[in-house]
C-alpha cells in the first residue's frame, strides 16, 4: 500500500559517549559508555511514525559506506519504504551525541551526504505524494530542497508539517505553505522573537507563530509539556513525571507519534496527548532509535490517564 506519511530528511549515524558531566574545556573525563545508534532527525521521525502504525516513505541520502547500508537496513526493518533513500558522493551524516547523568544531551552534526539531498531527491518525493496524506520535514538537509518539498506538497494538497530542527530562520516563502509547526522554545524564541521561559510566554509565541501562516502551531516544553494553538485557542497539556535518563529523539518521538495519530485521522489533541506519552517512554531508554516505542507498547498504557488539555486563551 502506498505510504500515508512522506519524510523528506536527514539520516545520520549517531555516535553516543555516556558522561558523568560536560567537560570543561581542556579537561579530559572517564566517559560510561560508548554506542552507535541510527538517527538524523528524518530518519528518527520516520521510524517513530512507522512504529506507531503508520505507512512510511523516506525520502533522503547516505554515502555509499557501511553506515549507510546500516542505515537504510534499520529503517527498512521498521517497514519503511527506502526506494528514495539515494546514495551520495560524500560520507553518511554523523551525529556526535554527549549524553551526561541528567539525560541531557549536547550534539554536534557533520552532515556528510545530507547537504547534497536537491532537486534528483524532490522528483523521488513526487512518486511519494501522490497518494501520501502529509510530508514531513525538517532542516537537517539543504534550506531550498526544504522550501521545494513543501511548495510541492502545497499544490498536490498535501498537509505540510514543519519541525524547524536545528533552528534557523526560514524563508519568508516557506510560511505560507505550512499547515502545522512543530517547535521546542528554543526554536520558538528565535523564530518569533519572543522570551519562552514559561506557559504563558510559550502561548505568546506559539501566536505569533501561526499568525505568520501555519493553521496549528504546537510548542514543546520538556518537562513543562505542550502548548498548542489553532483556531479553536490554545491549550496547555502538561507533562508526563518520568525518571529520564536520556533524552535524545524525545521530541522526534513526539513528532512521530503526533503525525501517525492525525494520519489515522484523530483529533490534534489526542494526537499530542499520544505524543506526550511516547516521548515519556522514549526517555527512560537509552538512545535515538532504540528508544522510540512501539504503538504496542503505549497501547499497554491506554489505562493510564494521558495529559489533558487546559484552556489558556
Do not use: Y
Amino acid at each position: 500500500m502506498p505510504a500515508e506519511i512522506a519524510v523528506f530528511g536527514s539520516l545520520n549515524m549517531d555516535l553516543v559517549v555516556r558522561v558523568p558531566r560536560v567537560p570543561e574545556a581542556g579537561e579530559t573525563l572517564h566517559a560510561h559508555a560508548f554506542m552507535t545508534n541510527p538517527g538524523g532527525k528524518g530518519a528518527n521521525q520516520a521510524v517513530a511514525c512507522a512504529r506507531q502504525g503508520a505507512r512510511v516513505a523516506m525520502v533522503g541520502r547516505v554515502g555509499s559506506d557501511a553506515f549507510g547500508q546500516a542505515l537504510t537496513a534499520s529503517l527498512e526493518a521498521d517497514a519503511i519504504e527506502t526506494a528514495h533513500v539515494a546514495t551520495a558522493p560524500a560520507s553518511t551524516g554523523v551525529a556526535l551525541i554527549m549524553v551526561d547523568d541528567s539525560g541531557q544531551n549536547r550534539i554536534s552534526l557533520i552532515a556528510g551526504a545530507n547537504a547534497f539531498v536537491g532537486a534528483e531527491d524532490l522528483a523521488r518525493l513526487a512518486d511519494d505524494l501522490a497518494a501520501a496524506r502529509m510530508l514531513l520535514l525538517q532542516l537537517e538537509v539543504p534550506m531550498d530542497a526544504v522550501l521545494q518539498a513543501a511548495t510541492l506538497a502545497h499544490a498536490k494538497g498535501c498537509r505540510v508539517v514543519l519541525n524547524p530542527a536545528p533552528a534557523q530562520a526560514l524563508p519568508e516563502s516557506l510560511w505560507d505553505l505550512l499547515d502545522l509547526l512543530v517547535l521546542n522554545e528554543t526554536e520558538a524564541a528565535l523564530l518569533s522573537g519572543l522570551a519562552v521561559d514559561d506557559i504563558a510566554g510559550a502561548a505568546r509565541a506559539a501566536e505569533a507563530l501561526r499568525r505568520r501562516g501555519p493553521a496549528q502551531v504546537i510548542l514543546t516544553l520538556g518537562s513543562e509539556g505542550v502548548v498548542a494553538c489553532d483556531a479553536a485557542g490554545c491549550r496547555h497539556f502538561a507533562a508526563l513525571k518520568v525518571d529520564a535518563i536520556d533524552t535524545t529523539a524525545a521530541g522526534d518521538t513526539f513528532i512521530g507519534a503526533l503525525c501517525a495519530a492525525l494520519a489515522r485521522g484523530e483529533s490534534m489533541d489526542a494526537g499530542i496527548a499520544l505524543g506526550i506519552q511516547a516521548a515519556a517512554l522514549c526517555v527512560t531508554r537509552a538512545g535515538a532509535q532504540a528508544s522510540i516505542p512501539h504503538r504496542h507498547e503505549l497501547q499497554a498504557l491506554a489505562t493510564a490517564e494521558r495529559p489533558a488539555a487546559v484552556t489558556l486563551r
